[in-house]
T-cell receptor, first 116, second 114 residues
């Protein structure tokens, strides 16, 4: 089992471009979570998805950010028209059920987004 | 509402000496508490968790943490540091147990000196 795979590891974009971050959950995991870590801060929840459904996007900025988890393929976090403030590390995690206490949560190694 | 404060952003110890990483939390409900570790270029890995059972929790790699409700603390300790322990450590609190309601501390970078 390869674990949670995120790519790319580093992504550089100019202001106004689009950023696409990919996350392949562990085999058998249908719950995916995206977190953002700004410099000098802890991880902050963004969105929770199951296959083909967004369950909770309460942590997502209202504009420019979207996420999907299609029936086939990885989960995608998309940021349109990036700005310098989007520069951060984006982490994906997956689990079999929505419980961090009863079930182990597995994290990817993150994508570091840099906006020039 | 819940929050986590990691009291030290950087801790430096010599190999073979004890490790203490401090964490205080705030939660309206009986919380679940976790410590995660992140080594360079790796994902976060669960070290240990407290979920209202025994207050002294043992984790992987010789780490343990004690839940002290009266002090609202959940400090991470290890009797003897190893070079491989050098990493960033995150204290995390959850009131509901759901992974979407985890609140992370800002992290403590542990350096182990030879």
């Amino acid at each position: 089992n390869a674990g949670v795979m995120q790519n790319p590891r580093h992504l550089v974009r100019r202001r106004g471009q689009e950023a696409r971050l990919r996350c392949s959950p562990m085999k058998g995991h249908s719950h995916v979570y995206w977190y953002r870590q700004l410099p000098e801060e802890g991880l902050k929840f963004m969105v929770y998805l199951q296959k083909e459904n967004i369950i909770d996007e309460s942590g997502m900025p209202k504009e420019r950010f979207s996420a999907e988890f299609p029936k086939e393929g990885p989960s995608i976090l998309r940021i349109q028209q990036v700005v310098r403030g989007d520069s951060a590390a984006y982490f994906c995690a997956s689990s079999r059920v929505d419980s961090a206490t009863n079930e182990k949560l597995f994290f990817g190694s993150g994508t570091q987004l840099s906006v020039l | 509402a819940q929050s986590v404060t990691q009291l030290d952003s950087h801790v430096s110890v010599s190999e073979g000496t004890p490790v203490l990483l401090r964490c205080n939390y705030s939660s309206s409900y009986s919380p679940s508490l976790f410590w995660y570790v992140q080594h360079p270029n790796k994902g976060l890995q669960l070290l240990l968790k407290y979920t209202s059972a025994a207050t002294l929790v043992k984790g992987i790699n010789g780490f343990e943490a004690e839940f002290k409700k009266s002090e609202t603390s959940f400090h991470l300790t290890k009797p003897s540091a190893h070079m491989s322990d050098a990493a960033e450590y995150f204290c995390v609190v959850s009131s509901s147990g759901s992974a979407r309601q985890l609140t992370f501390g800002s992290g403590t970078q542990l350096t182990v000196l030879p």
